[in-house]
């Protein structure tokens, strides 16, 4: 089970961006997506969630507004914005480009 | 999003705090609800569930704390809460704070106006256009550094003539006191004579008017005059159609030329200025006039400086007689720079004290804050403890450090103020200053750098230390009063030994000028000031009163005084030693090898040796039969007795006024004179110097006196100086009387540069030892609070009170020792380029040294004795109990 220190650093925001570039989803809802996507691979703890959350807030990645869920409870529900759509594209391909990068190199036969 | 959205979105979180705490709050609540429910659903109990729901989520108040940081808006708060909490900190620890801003406004505030003053003299660059190409053209001689700002009118004209480095070149030199009639009355003026390109030079034209003509600088041309504003709006009343009009000067009359400028500035002060009218006379061909020249923009100072060098040349060339054996060329000095001389060093001096006080006052600042800190230990690791970052506690020492040195500034800014107008009305040498000196913004700037840089700079080192603390090590020993990290030792330790070198320099200079001043005023004068009263009559200008005329004014008015009740003596001379000088060339008779260019020369009434206390030496006193037709007579001092009759008897052999070696000064060349009789040295122009070789001629022989000085020995009575204007008037009511004063203020004066430098140095240098005293008795007694568990710890073991006194007194006096002896370093350093302002006494001189070292110990001795009684004291039981 990964612990939040190994994620690769910058990779929280990415995941973030990606899990609610479908459609809008609260803090709780974020951290069960990433663990059920990643096979329980990977476990975000509250500790960096939140505080990722309202620092790409004010980044203007994502923006928040309270509404209900299917639960009747009220929730505080993030949503991609258009900036932070290109953001994620951008990190997306660095991403690719880094993991391939390091796919090649520890697949490699002789080191 | 765009920047506008994101201010919103901050200052939502600024201005809505309570809303945007609550909503994160609802946040995490909504997730802690979630994770107990799955944890329900996973089967737990309720309470399992919601006891491991929190243990997964962690410290919910650091993820508060931590968003609300990525909210930006922490940076603001915090800033203002640390202020808050500062100002509620200073307010209650009103002892150190009144201690630090102090110290703090002391040295500020002495910086400050110390600046301004040198910002006023040294920086501000001179109210003419383009004024660095302004030069003052000077004398070279051989030895080393020795320039003479004063030329004669035909070398001054060569210059002109024949250089190609300047704009232009004019000459100046004082016109004296005249009186000036106009349509409004009569007034006393002084004026300057000048050439006609004068203005130019400076850059400077009349705002009414012109300036001279070149035929109005000529003899016969006509006669003109212009006006300085202040001049004008007093006397004229600022009438624009005052130019054209005539005007009296001394019963001549002269035409109203030009009015300059309100802002005009020269560093002689003068009403008037009249055109400078070469006559060939001694005025002319003595060096009297000072040079001044606009360099070409193309050139720099080393290119004109080599171009007269070139000039020089073809004018030894052209007049070898006039360019005596030891003048080397032409010296091109920066006109502000000319100005500044002396002043310079002086000034920079009080800035270097100022400084040392600065860093001492921060010293103290900084060890004190050290031992604050040292007190907070525990506070500072119990909230690194529950979570407190180290970089929010460093900003939150530093604010609190900031806001006292803000304060310090402010304060010290206050006191610049005073400090600045005590300063200048004190400070007994001329500050060339072209505009009044103030507090400007530069130095506003100045001030307000050097207090939060001090307070930077000072607070740095005891917060970076104190929030490195071993948490677990502060927290064992709650409780229990914890010794000092050794690193903070060290820094007290090194801080407080700083400022003890700092003041032990400080004071050791202090008491060499005090010493200075000492052996100045030791200095044999010659001649006994007390119970002389002098005066000056000076005579309106050359011709004002022929020869026969003043010597008969000087004996009238003489036998005038004597008559007056209480008068001794009095007598006349138109130099008073220590008052200024008067040098003619004058050679021994028949060797022309023994020529002194700058004798001085004092013309005398023949009571003047026995009114001064002069003794003689040889020979005879002048008489009242040395007069007119008698034979011409002459009295020489010991200093040029020496020199020209090493051995042999002076009496009866001749000198020659007005012939040097090969050359004759046809404007004053006079018969031989024989010498009747040798006196006693007194002083020349200056305490600091030895008696330079002089020649007394008898004034009822003497030809074109100036000006006339009186000194009366009388008993001091009121009523005397009102007995003697009256005097002066009955003889001749138009004869104005000027500087009445004691012979002893005169003496004084002399030595008003190294009076204010010694008084203000000891006045620092108490300041500072004040400031490690408290430095020394901070430093032990907070180290005994501090040890008190180890000095109960003792003395149960056995140690009697006489050893922890000298445990703890031994601590202070060891620091002391140590800084005296870098302070003896610095001060042996500092010293050596001090030379000029000391007089009479080495810079290792043996006296100051061990005097400041054991004034210092004496005080480190007591500041640690008062903590170490009380250490003494302490009872073994309490203090183990206490723990």
Redo the contacts between chains.
């Keep these: 089970m990964g612990k939040p220190s190994d994620l690769v650093q910058g990779t929280l925001d990415l995941l973030i961006l990606k899990t609610i570039s479908l459609e809008p989803k609260h803090g709780w809802a974020i951290a069960k997506r990433i663990q059920q996507i990643s096979n329980e691979e990977l476990q975000v703890q509250q500790g960096s969630l939140y505080p990722a959350l309202h620092r790409l807030e004010q980044q203007g990645w994502i923006k928040a507004h309270w509404a209900e869920t299917e639960t009747g409870r009220n929730a505080k529900f993030y949503a991609l914005t258009r900036s932070g759509r290109t953001q994620m594209e951008k990190e997306l391909a660095n991403w690719d480009r880094l993991s391939t990068a390091i796919n090649l190199v520890v697949q490699t036969d002789e080191a | 999003?765009?920047w506008t959205?994101?201010l919103r979105?901050?200052w939502r979180s600024l201005s809505r705090r309570p809303q945007v705490d609550a909503?994160?709050d609802?946040?995490?609540r909504?997730?802690l609800?979630?994770?107990i429910e799955e944890n329900l659903a996973a089967g737990l109990t309720p309470e399992e569930a919601r006891y491991a729901a929190r243990r997964?989520?962690?410290?919910l108040a650091?993820?508060q704390e931590?968003?609300r940081?990525?909210?930006?808006v922490n940076l603001i708060q915090n800033v203002l809460q640390d202020l808050r909490y500062a100002a509620r900190m200073l307010r209650k620890s009103s002892g150190f704070t009144t201690v630090a801003v102090l110290s703090l406004a002391l040295g500020i505030g002495a910086n400050t106006a110390v600046v301004s003053v040198i910002h006023a003299v040294l920086l501000r660059s001179l109210p003419y256009p383009d004024s660095g190409r302004l030069v003052r053209v000077a004398r070279q001689y051989t030895h080393e550094g020795a320039v003479v700002g004063y030329l004669s009118v035909p070398q001054m004209e060569f210059w002109k003539e024949n250089s190609r480095a300047f704009e232009s070149l004019a000459g100046c030199r004082g016109g004296g006191a005249r009186n000036l009639v106009s349509g409004a009355g009569r007034e006393w003026i002084s004026t300057m004579v000048v050439t006609a390109d004068f203005f130019r030079a400076l850059g400077v034209s009349p705002v009414l008017g012109r300036e001279f003509r070149s035929e109005e600088t000529r003899l016969g041309g006509p006669q003109a005059i212009v006006l300085t504003d202040g001049l004008w709006r007093g006397q004229f009343r600022a009438d624009p159609s005052v130019i054209g009009r005539a005007v009296t000067l001394d019963s001549e009359s002269y035409t109203v030329v030009g009015v300059l400028p309100p802002g005009f500035w020269f560093p002689e002060k003068r009403d008037a200025f009249l055109p400078l009218r070469p006559n060939g006379g001694i005025g002319d061909t003595g060096l009297n006039t000072q040079v001044i020249a606009r360099m070409k923009p193309e050139l720099n100072l080393r290119q004109a400086q080599a171009e007269m060098a070139t000039v020089f040349e073809s004018y030894s060339r052209r007049y070898p007689d006039q360019v005596t054996s030891d003048e080397r060329g032409v010296a091109l000095i920066p006109y502000q720079d000319s100005l500044v001389g002396d002043v310079r060093l002086n000034l920079l001096f009080l800035f270097s004290a100022v400084g040392v006080l600065l860093l001492i006052a921060c010293s103290n600042l900084a060890s004190l804050l050290l031992a604050r800190l040292a007190a907070r230990q525990k506070e500072i690791a119990l909230r690194l403890a529950l979570g407190c970052s180290r970089g929010r506690l460093l900003g939150q020492f530093l604010v609190e450090n900031l806001l006292v040195s803000f304060i310090g500034g402010l304060a010290g800014l206050l006191a610049a103020f005073w400090v600045l107008q005590a300063f200048v009305a004190l400070i007994p040498f001329d500050l060339p200053a072209s505009a009044p000196i103030r507090l400007d913004l530069p130095v506003l700037i100045f001030t307000l750098v050097i207090a939060v840089g001090t307070g930077l700079a000072f607070s740095l080192v005891p917060v970076l230390s104190s929030v490195r603390v071993d948490i677990q090590a502060a927290l064992k020993a709650v409780g229990r009063s914890t010794t000092a990290g050794p690193a903070r030792q060290r820094a007290r330790s090194i801080l407080v030994t700083g400022e003890v070198a700092l003041s032990a320099v400080l004071l050791i200079v202090a008491g060499l000028l005090m010493q200075s001043l000492y052996r100045m005023h030791q200095e044999r004068l010659g001649f006994t000031p007390q119970g002389l009263i002098t005066f000056e009559t000076p005579f309106a200008s050359e011709g004002h009163r022929g020869d026969t005329e003043l010597a008969s004014f000087v004996r009238t008015l003489s036998e005038r005084i004597q008559s007056l009740p209480g008068v001794q003596s009095v007598a006349a001379i138109n130099v008073l030693p220590l008052d200024g000088q008067n040098n003619i060339p004058v050679q021994r008779a028949g060797n022309p090898e023994q020529s002194i260019g700058g004798m001085e020369y004092r013309m005398i009434t023949p009571s003047y040796f026995e009114a001064m206390g002069i003794p003689l030496r040889r020979g005879r006193f002048f008489t009242a039969d040395d007069a007119g037709a008698a034979p011409s007579v002459v009295l020489i001092n010991e200093t040029l007795a020496r020199r020209w009759w090493p051995h042999a008897n002076p009496v009866g052999d001749r000198v020659v006024v007005g012939r040097y070696e090969q050359q004759e000064f046809p404007e004053i060349i006079e018969p031989p004179r024989e010498i009747v009789g040798v006196v006693a040295d007194t002083k020349g122009p200056e305490l600091k110097a030895p008696a330079r070789p002089t020649v007394y001629i008898p004034v009822a022989q003497a030809r074109g006196a100036g000006s006339m000085s009186w000194v009366v020995r009388a008993g001091l009575s009121a009523g005397l100086a009102q007995q003697l204007r009256r005097a002066v008037a009955d003889i001749d009511s138009t004869q104005r009387v000027i500087r009445m004063q004691p012979m002893t203020e005169i003496v004084a004066s002399t030595t008003a540069d190294s009076r204010f430098d010694a008084w203000l140095l000891a006045i620092f240098a108490g300041v500072a030892l004040a400031l490690s005293a408290i430095g020394i008795y901070g430093m032990v007694s907070f180290s005994v609070a501090q040890r008190r568990h180890e000095i109960g710890t003792r003395m149960a073991l056995g140690a009697s009170r006489g050893d922890i006194l000298r445990m703890v007194v031994r601590q202070g006096v060891t620091l002391m020792a140590i800084g005296l002896v870098l302070g003896i370093a610095g001060a042996l350093a500092v010293a050596r380029s001090l030379a000029s302002l000391l007089y009479g006494v080495r810079p290792s001189d043996p006296v100051s040294i061990p005097a400041v070292s054991l004034l210092l110990l004496g005080v480190g001795l007591v500041a640690s004795y008062l903590p170490a009684r009380r250490a003494s004291r302490v009872d073994p039981i309490v203090a183990l109990r206490y723990e």
Excluded: A
């Design positions: 999003m765009r959205d994101k979105l901050r909503e994160l609802d946040e995490l909504f997730h609800d979630q994770q997964s989520i962690g410290g650091q993820i931590e968003c940081d990525m909210r930006r």
